[in-house]
């Protein structure tokens, strides 16, 4: 793995090829490691299991110290593959809060931000390109 980024590269054990991919992906490719799963009846309505993670979109926690909290995505940072969500933060030593980052990997969409009508055409299209 010489290159910066291949799409062409497979898989490898080592965590450190791992990560390079994840950190050194262009952000068309970045937008998919930020996808969660769909609640279930938003897999029934749109017959897909995943989608990328929008701001404004609600979703619920299903790991971690914040399990079970709900919330509104305010930011998908795409370089540190994280988000952050409405009413969940930490105290910090000085007093203030700051909100938490989480990976999309740890929580459920419960309902989407369809601003944009053709998110989930484009999303089931690229499903079945794939």
């Known amino acids: 793995m010489k290159k910066k980024f291949s799409k062409k590269w497979k898989e490898s054990?080592?965590?450190r090829k791992q990560r390079k991919f994840l950190y050194n992906a262009p952000q068309h490719?970045?937008?998919?490691?930020?996808?969660?799963?769909?609640s279930?009846?938003?897999r029934k309505k749109y017959g897909i299991r995943?989608?990328?993670?929008?701001?404004?979109?609600?979703v619920i926690v299903m790991r971690g110290r914040f399990k079970n909290k709900k919330g509104?995505?305010?930011k998908v940072d795409y370089k540190k593959l994280k988000i952050e969500i409405e009413g969940i933060q930490?105290?910090?030593?000085d007093?203030?809060?700051v909100n938490v980052k989480i990976h999309p990997s740890n929580v459920k969409i419960l309902e989407l931000n369809l601003d944009d009508s053709r998110r989930v055409k484009k999303t089931i299209e690229e499903k079945n390109a794939s």
């Open 13 to 15: 054990k080592q965590p």
């Open 29 to 38: 490719i970045k937008r998919k490691f930020l996808s969660a799963t769909l």
């Open 40 to 42: 279930k009846e938003l």
């Open 50 to 58: 995943s989608i990328p993670i929008r701001k404004n979109d609600v």
């Open 72 to 74: 509104k995505v305010l």
């Open 90 to 93: 930490i105290k910090k030593s």
């Open 95 to 97: 007093g203030s809060k």
